[in-house]
T-cell receptor, first 117, second 110 residues
């Protein structure tokens, strides 16, 4: 079974703190994704990566950065957390068939609920 | 820009009923469509994936159909159970990105 593991289920941080959200997958997937999910706004893509050290901006990259130093690990970084970044963060991974596309099933982690006070 | 709409936003049915959830999308140039289930406070669990060349997929009591030309997909749940209570999301995959609907929250009453 595919496993996508997010390092924390719940996090509470203060405004201005630097926050790292970690995601690890064990299926040798090329693609990895970070989403945030908010009531009334659905899932929105923050960043995705189709290879080590490669990253692409999603729909709402502002205030976030990412790191993909190893194929299995994709980190989301909030350089200076703000209250409007309080949200549920979901990581996903999938195989890559053609560069730049995501044609296969996405597998999701359990999510990290981040509260910024 | 692709837009995905799921109607209704919430649905409540008695146990044992068959039901249909709807998903519509505006751009028919998709590679595939995926249905997910999400329990409160949890991540997404993949239920069914339909490739753009397929018309339906079945898994147990679930059947998903796809009509690409009309921009519609349905998820049919047979003989619903209280354990089916969850939010169901559909996602469409096009070139380079995926777009999610807001979901339908299903409650199955015992």
């Amino acid at each position: 079974d595919v496993k996508v593991t997010q390092s924390s289920r719940y996090l509470v941080k203060r405004t201005g703190e630097k926050v790292f959200l970690e995601c690890v997958q064990d299926m040798d997937h090329e693609n990895m994704f970070w989403y945030r999910q908010d009531p009334g706004l659905g899932l929105r893509l923050i960043y995705f990566s189709y290879d080590v050290k490669m990253k692409e901006k999603g729909d709402i990259p502002e205030g976030y950065s990412v790191s993909r130093e190893k194929k299995e690990r994709f980190s989301l970084i909030l350089e200076s957390a703000s209250t409007n970044q309080t949200s549920m963060y979901l990581c996903a991974s999938s195989f890559l068939i053609n560069r730049g596309t995501a044609k296969n099933i996405q597998y999701f982690g359990a999510g990290t609920r981040l509260s910024v006070l | 820009k692709q837009e995905v709409t799921q109607i209704p936003a919430a649905l409540s049915v008695p146990e044992g009923e068959n039901l249909v959830l709807n998903c519509s999308f505006t751009d028919s140039a998709i590679y595939n469509l995926q249905w997910f289930r999400q329990d409160p406070g949890k991540g997404l669990t993949s239920l069914l994936l339909i490739q753009s060349s397929q018309r339906e997929q079945t898994s147990g009591r679930l059947n998903a159909s796809l009509d690409k030309s009309s921009g519609r997909s349905t998820l049919y749940i047979a003989a619903s159970q209280p354990g089916d209570s969850a939010t169901y999301l559909c996602a469409v995959y096009g070139a380079g990105k995926s777009t999610f609907g807001d979901g339908t929250t299903l409650t199955v009453k015992p």
